[in-house]
């Protein structure tokens, strides 16, 4: 299990909020991927949304 990950060319960490036992302490600031989101897949007010990934 790959807990968090590095992205090259950037200074943040990525973590997999879906591999944690408890996330209700973390919100999501961006949606990555989103053009292959399912209708009930919900963003969080406020977030930056990409259709692939950032930067691509």
């Known amino acids: 299990m790959q807990l968090v990950?590095?992205?090259?060319?950037?200074s943040?960490?990525?973590v997999k909020?879906?591999?944690l036992d408890d996330?209700?302490?973390l919100s999501?600031?961006?949606?990555?991927c989103h053009v292959d989101a399912?209708?009930?897949n919900a963003v969080t007010?406020?977030?930056?949304v990409f259709a692939?990934?950032?930067?691509i």
């Not at 990950?5 to 950037?10: A, C, E, I, L, P």
């Not at 007010?45 to 930056?48: A, H, I, M, V």
């Open 28 to 32: 999501p600031r961006i949606a990555i």
């Open 12 to 14: 943040g960490v990525l």
């Open 5 to 10: 990950t590095t992205r090259q060319g950037t």
């Open 45 to 48: 007010e406020g977030s930056q």
């Open 38 to 40: 399912q209708k009930f």
């Open 23 to 25: 996330p209700c302490g």
């Open 17 to 19: 909020v879906g591999t």
């Open 52 to 55: 692939g990934l950032p930067g």
